[in-house]
């Protein structure tokens, strides 16, 4: 396997959001590209990440999954400065970094196993029941989520009468409220309430995407999808049922 990426910042900070949740994961590199998918350990959220073939300048690979801790990924990538280029080579049970800027620097990672099972992403949201869908600037979403972290752990998302509402109670308040004229709605009501702890590790994803696309239903997950020019990631959130104070 041998690619080379001109703009490895796009891969530095996608590492980033998926280390948030896991601290180990397979590396899948297909006839696609890059992608990961990964469950954090207390089984409550889930990444996807894709970078496709288009992202990179050179593209030499076959099917394979690559085991690697992310902690040491990221230290490697963060090296890259903003005119460096990136050549990922792998030999025998190492992957090799050669980083090329006004000097030429090489890095090697040694691959490790991981045990835990293999997750298709695609296939596993398919079979989750979202009855809303929101898609709005993610710079409102971003502020929502860090309004709602002042006062409470938790905030619930809700469809009322064609309103997308971002609200959270503790024993102070917040609430953000959404019409068509602020964000595409397709929708129908319904409340979900999820942990505002997981919800501020997503939002970092949202400062990668223009905008930020919500999937839920009554009770049910939650899926974010942020999008930028080759690359995309995605959040699934189980749901916190719990009663209202």
Same mark, same amino acid.
């Given at each position: 396997?041998?690619?080379?990426?001109?703009?490895?910042?796009?891969?530095?900070?996608?590492?980033?959001?998926?280390?948030?949740?896991?601290?180990?994961?397979?590396?899948?590199?297909?006839?696609?590209?890059?992608?990961?998918?990964?469950?954090?350990?207390?089984?409550?959220?889930?990444?996807?990440?894709?970078?496709?073939?288009?992202?990179?300048?050179?593209?030499?690979?076959?099917?394979?999954?690559?085991?690697?801790?992310?902690? +040491?990924?990221?230290?490697?990538? #963060? $090296?890259?400065?903003?005119? /460096?280029?990136?050549? !990922? &080579?792998?030999? *025998?049970?190492?992957?090799?970094? +050669?980083?090329?800027?006004?000097? #030429? $620097?090489?890095?090697?990672? /040694?691959?490790?196993? !991981? &045990?835990?099972? *293999?997750?298709?992403?695609?296939?596993?949201?398919?079979?989750?029941?979202?009855?809303?869908?929101?898609?709005?600037?993610?710079?409102?979403?971003?502020?929502?989520?860090?309004?709602s972290s002042i006062v409470a752990d938790a905030c619930s998302f809700q469809i009322s009468e064609g309103k997308f509402i971002i609200e959270?109670?503790?024993?102070?308040?917040?609430?953000?409220?959404?019409?068509?004229?602020?964000?595409?709605?397709?929708?129908?009501?319904?409340?979900?309430?999820?942990?505002?702890?997981?919800?501020?590790?997503?939002?970092?994803?949202?400062?990668?995407?223009?905008?930020?696309?919500?999937?839920?239903?009554?009770?049910?997950?939650?899926?974010?999808?942020?999008?930028?020019?080759?690359?995309?990631?995605?959040?699934?959130?189980?749901?916190?049922?719990?009663?209202?104070?």
């Amino acid at each position: 396997m041998l690619v080379k990426l001109d703009t490895p910042g796009i891969l530095s900070k996608a590492i980033d959001l998926v280390s948030e949740l896991v601290t180990e994961v397979r590396l899948n590199i297909s006839s696609f590209g890059f992608s990961i998918t990964a469950m954090d350990p207390a089984n409550v959220a889930m990444v996807g990440f894709k970078l496709p073939k288009s992202a990179f300048s050179r593209f030499e690979a076959g099917n394979e999954a690559l085991g690697i801790n992310l902690d +040491n990924l990221k230290k490697i990538l #963060k $090296r890259c400065g903003p005119g /460096s280029s990136l050549i !990922i &080579e792998k030999k *025998d049970n190492l992957l090799e970094f +050669n980083i090329q800027d006004r000097i #030429k $620097r090489k890095f090697t990672l /040694s691959l490790i196993d !991981i &045990e835990t099972e *293999d997750i298709d992403f695609d296939a596993k949201v398919g079979r989750m029941e979202f009855s809303s869908k929101v898609e709005l600037s993610s710079i409102d979403f971003i502020d929502s989520i860090e309004d709602s972290s002042i006062v409470a752990d938790a905030c619930s998302f809700q469809i009322s009468e064609g309103k997308f509402i971002i609200e959270a109670k503790g024993l102070d308040s917040s609430r953000a409220e959404f019409s068509g004229d602020e964000a595409k709605i397709q929708a129908e009501n319904c409340k979900s309430r999820y942990s505002l702890e997981y919800l501020q590790k997503f939002i970092k994803g949202a400062k990668l995407s223009e905008k930020t696309t919500i999937n839920f239903a009554e009770d049910h997950p939650l899926k974010l999808d942020f999008r930028a020019p080759n690359l995309e990631i995605s959040f699934v959130l189980a749901p916190r049922v719990e009663t209202e104070d």
